[in-house]
């Protein structure tokens, strides 16, 4: 279960990223394509979204994570590039 939120956190990652991409990038020199991608990349990411803090919760017992600990990896999926850290400082060495 660890490798499959290992995967969805950098996924998770990704996804945010392209999401920012598409509105400051795309979306003031081509509105008609910022509008077709935005639904498959908001949707992407927000299962994604869900999909990490799910798995968050049920590997949290089996990781040992503190609260604090858990805290920080919650609030990661919440900022740009958050993920990134959490799959290199967290999850690095356990998979």
């Given at each position: ?46 299962v994604l979204f869900i999909g ?13 994570w503190d609260l604090k600990t ?26």
């Amino acid at each position: 279960m660890l490798k499959i939120f290992k995967v969805t956190a950098i996924l998770e990652g990704i996804s945010y990223l392209v999401l920012f991409a598409n509105m400051l990038l795309i979306k003031n020199n081509n509105p008609e394509l910022y509008h077709t991608l935005l639904r498959p990349l908001g949707m992407t990411h927000g299962v994604l979204f869900i999909g990490y803090i799910i798995l968050a919760f049920l590997i949290k017992k089996s990781m040992n994570w503190d609260l604090k600990t858990f805290a920080i990896i919650l609030i990661a999926s919440l900022v740009p590039f958050g993920t990134f850290y959490v799959e290199k400082k967290y999850l690095e060495n356990n998979a």
